[in-house]
């Protein structure tokens, strides 16, 4: 563990202003407005749930935002859109950010953002937040203090890989309206950012970032507003076994004070995985593999007022597509609800709708979405939880790689029975054969095709398929 004392002395200056393209695009569809009902929650949250609720769109049109090349200076609209993040600003409307430029990682990526007028019910103009005028930027994460004040954490890249990022950090005061010069939090190379930091209840703000080079999750700790940052990056072997392959971690926080994260999983789980740590980050508990599926793309989720918890995630082992929510009420181990927020391909194939971000809005309870709409644009999928409970006890979950889902089940395929494990026989599947009950482990039953099949529980969605 290596512990630093900084200051930050900001500055505030202004890094770009608004664009002068008017009104760049906005696609979406409005049904009636939602009534809210008079339920108080934690945070003070209001909820939207009488009626079902649910729209997507663009911030901008595909291929719409000119981009310019290092190598050739001309300005050009088939550029990389991607890593944004969505957060509720004090005056209420919702702020995306998010990198672009030619194409990830090239020179001239930068920070960009627009911001949800509610009254106007149209987005912004893309304004730049920060452009090295030599170096890449990405992987953004913007969090809104206790004050108001707008953070953005990012890398540039000082060099050609991202394994050669610094992290740093602008700030704004006014809402935006200006941002500071940026500083640097880290000028170690290999950490990079993806998902917002949590404030936790002993006071630390915590910032989830990981390691490129080792492919591990790791936080860096802040303290006394920016003048003492601890970088916990060392983990003993144990814990890099437990987590090796497991990047982007992205935080909540719970009221006694336990903190929880999930994973991009790039290993051959094809699942999301969920630790968790009871001393505020210092120690985490062994990680959990959950039943959600991970094609090796990024996760997040948020706690809603109510304690429930929706995770955004790509219901697929294999693909980025489609873009999907889960909703959980015992803090993310299981599943009760989960619907596809994005499953339509104008492609036909190849879709990627993927590296969402999520929050909920203060105001009336409901959820935003952000997320990279096939590079070309970053897309927004707003919904309440009246609506994705429409979707309960739906299971719609993907089998692994090499599996199949066969009456709700996913079944490993096999050719002999050197492919199964031991005690299990090849029929087309890996299984183990039964008479009666009395021949399966515990939770498992004899199906009608006397085969040991585990024995679900009706309510969660995590458990079966129907692929």
Not at 29 to 38: K, M
Not at 119 to 134: A, G, H, I, N, Q
Not at 259 to 269: C, F, P, Q, S, Y
Request: some cysteine; charged content about 25%.
């Amino acid at each position: 563990m290596k512990k630093h004392s900084v200051f930050l002395l900001v500055s505030f200056a202004v890094v770009s202003g608004c664009s002068d393209r008017e009104n760049l695009y906005y696609d979406t569809f409005y049904p009636s407005d939602v009534g809210r009902d008079s339920g108080q929650y934690e945070d003070r949250i209001v909820y939207s749930d009488v009626e079902p609720f649910y729209e997507k769109g663009y911030i901008i049109p595909p291929n719409s935002l000119d981009c310019i090349p290092a190598d050739t200076g001309v300005p050009q609209k088939n550029c990389n859109h991607h890593g944004s993040t969505v957060a509720q600003l004090k005056d209420g409307n919702i702020a995306v950010v998010w990198y672009h430029g030619e194409y990830e990682k090239s020179p001239d990526s930068r920070i960009v953002w627009s911001k949800y007028i509610k009254s106007e019910k149209r987005w912004t103009d893309v304004s730049v937040l920060y452009d090295d005028p030599v170096r890449s930027e990405g992987n953004p994460a913007v969090w809104v203090d206790e004050k108001g004040d707008i953070y953005i954490f990012f890398v540039t890249i000082f060099g050609s890989t991202w394994d050669e990022t610094k992290i740093r950090m602008v700030k704004s005061t006014d809402n935006g309206a200006t941002f500071s010069e940026p500083v640097f939090l880290n000028e170690e190379y290999c950490y990079n950012t993806r998902h917002r930091p949590v404030r936790l209840k002993n006071g630390d703000l915590l910032l989830p970032l990981y390691n490129e080079c080792l492919a591990l999750p790791v936080f860096m700790r802040i303290r006394s507003d920016f003048q003492e940052i601890i970088k916990e990056f060392e983990l003993t072997a144990d814990e890099i076994m437990d987590r090796v392959g497991q990047i982007q971690p992205s935080l909540i926080a719970f009221d006694d004070g336990r903190i929880a994260a999930i994973t991009r999983d790039g290993t051959h789980n094809f699942r999301i995985h969920r630790m968790e740590s009871k001393s505020y980050g210092k120690k985490w508990d062994k990680m959990e593999i959950l039943g959600l599926p991970n094609s090796g793309t990024s996760v997040d989720w948020v706690r809603l007022g109510s304690g429930e918890i929706v995770v955004v995630f790509n219901n697929s082992p294999k693909e980025r597509f489609p873009l999907s929510v889960a909703l959980s009420k015992d803090e993310g181990h299981s599943f009760i609800a989960l619907a596809d927020i994005n499953n339509e391909c104008e492609k036909g194939s190849g879709c990627s709708y993927a590296y969402p971000s999520i929050a909920q809005d203060k105001e009336d309870g409901s959820i935003w979405v952000s997320y990279t709409h096939n590079r070309e644009t970053i897309g927004y999928v707003h919904f309440n939880k009246k609506w994705l409970l429409q979707f309960r006890n739906r299971a719609v979950l993907s089998c692994k790689p090499s599996y199949e889902c066969v009456d709700n089940y996913c079944l490993k395929k096999c050719n002999d029975k050197s492919e199964c494990a031991e005690g299990e026989e090849c029929d087309s599947y890996c299984v183990r054969g039964c008479m009666n009950d009395t021949d399966c482990r515990e939770k498992e039953f004899c199906s009608p095709k006397k085969h040991c099949l585990p024995l679900y529980n009706p309510e969660r969605i995590d458990e079966g398929c129907t692929y």
